[in-house]
């Protein structure tokens, strides 16, 4: 018996998520796009038999989806985060040791043997499917990397059940899946360091498995010298309980039309920066330099008009309308009779969790010692996003330049007035 890993992920994410509130999306061909509809980032099974690709722009495709009858959705980023921690907070039932790595995959660690892995991993399977619908798969292994090798075993080979674990697979077996897959399938392995490997003769992953680690080091970095250590079965990579401290804190968006005015950008930026005071508090996290800018098109005829500003906050803060002060002093740049603007950001940097900012009494920012932030984070989970805001960005009729999402499906689980309606009969 061993600590074995276990890596879970959600099998189309978005789209599997999109066919739990609409079971008649089921067997059918289903493309989720990316935002202001740009272009596919999700699609089921269906959709791939029949040519589509991931990364393809919509505008590329609509017509030939539409006379297939294939189902599209813009993205529904609230119900996608909220089935996400649905599905993590099961996992973390099933192990005391547990990793979210992204919105759709998470690994856990077991004490088990390869018989008892294998009984576990199809009771998560199952466990998710009951209480939360969604399908997923699971690898099993003895390192992260090999996990996610194994799931990914698991997923295309439909024998397997959605389950593989590694260790009960025949070692010919494992060997020639290593050998037929390239480098640059190896969790980590980016096009620039696959492309090294390749001129040094090392194009499959068992090419890697087989490289010295010490030369691999000497080459490129530990950090890879730990995947060729984790591919034969040694653990270097260990579980992050709680993910590495955030560096810095980005709301970016594209604007589904230019931004023209001085007012649409006023309130571009408040939002902005109410939204990033909203991330802090859910991060428990306080910024004290905010960065802001803006952008028109890179194919814009004529100068183009990157505007930025760097605030360094009197204190560390996650006060919304110190932050929402700070982002409007880029108004100052931004010239909207000379250039309409395509994007906007904010970028919250020089962070500190907020449990180690202690300020002096009669010292702290109003607002904060109040929770004003919290109050408001409290209202929009209760009532929605546009239910409260400060100046600008509380207007609840939806911006012109607002992200589109012309094919939005209900967001059934966080907004009441978009319940799905169960009939009986």
């Known amino acids: 018996m061993s600590n074995l890993i276990f890596h879970i992920d959600i099998n189309t994410c978005y789209v599997s998520c999109e066919r739990l509130l609409d079971p008649s999306l089921v067997g059918r061909p289903v493309l989720v796009l990316s935002n202001n509809d740009g272009c596919v980032i999700s699609l089921s099974a269906e959709a791939k038999a029949l040519g589509y690709l991931m990364g393809t722009p919509w505008y590329q495709v609509q017509e030939r989806a539409e006379s297939q009858g294939v189902a599209v959705r813009s993205s529904n980023y609230e119900l996608y985060g909220d089935i996400s921690q649905r599905v993590m907070s099961v996992l973390q039932e099933h192990a005391a040791d547990f990793e979210q790595y992204s919105i ?11 018989d008892q892995a294998h009984h576990l991993a199809h009771a998560i399977k199952a466990d998710l499917t009951r209480r939360v619908g969604v399908p997923v798969c699971v690898g099993v292994a003895p390192s992260k990397t090999l996990a996610k090798l194994a799931n990914k075993t698991a997923k295309k080979v439909p024998a397997l059940n959605g389950v593989c674990v590694w260790g009960l697979l025949p070692a010919a077996r494992r060997q020639a899946l290593l050998a037929a897959l390239p480098v640059s399938e190896v969790w980590g392995v980016g096009r620039r ?14 090419d890697l498995a087989q490289s010295p680690p010490e030369l691999i080091r000497k080459r490129f970095s530990v950090v890879l010298m730990r995947t060729v250590l984790e591919l034969n079965g040694v653990k270097a990579i260990e579980l992050e309980p709680e993910r590495a401290f955030k560096e810095q804190l980005i709301y970016s968006r594209s604007f589904s039309t230019p931004i023209t005015t001085r007012d ?14 909203e991330r802090l508090v859910g991060h428990s996290q306080l910024a004290g ?11 814009r005829v004529g100068q183009a008009h990157y505007p930025s500003v760097q605030v360094k906050l009197p204190g560390k803060t996650a006060d919304p309308l110190v932050l929402t002060r700070a982002a409007l002093r880029l108004l100052e740049q931004v010239d909207t009779g000379y250039a309409s603007y395509v994007r906007a950001g904010i970028v919250l940097s020089d962070l500190v969790p907020a449990s180690l900012n202690l300020p002096l009494e009669g010292l702290a920012y109003q607002h904060e010692a109040q929770d004003i932030a919290g109050l408001m984070n409290r209202i929009r989970e209760r009532c929605g996003q546009a239910a409260v805001g400060l100046g600008l960005a509380g207007f609840s009729a939806p911006a012109g330049w607002e992200m589109k999402r012309d094919m939005l499906s209900p967001r059934g689980t966080t907004h009441w007035g978009e319940l799905v309606p169960a009939k009986i009969t």
């Open 264 to 277: 649409q950008m006023h309130q571009v930026l408040s939002i902005y920066a109410q939204r990033g005071a």
């Open 289 to 299: 330099l905010l960065t802001a800018y803006c952008g028109t098109s890179p194919f």
């Open 193 to 206: 360091t696959t492309v090294r490997l390749e001129k040094m003769g090392v194009a499959s992953i068992a």
């Open 104 to 114: 759709d995959e998470a690994f856990l660690t077991a004490p088990v043997t390869q």
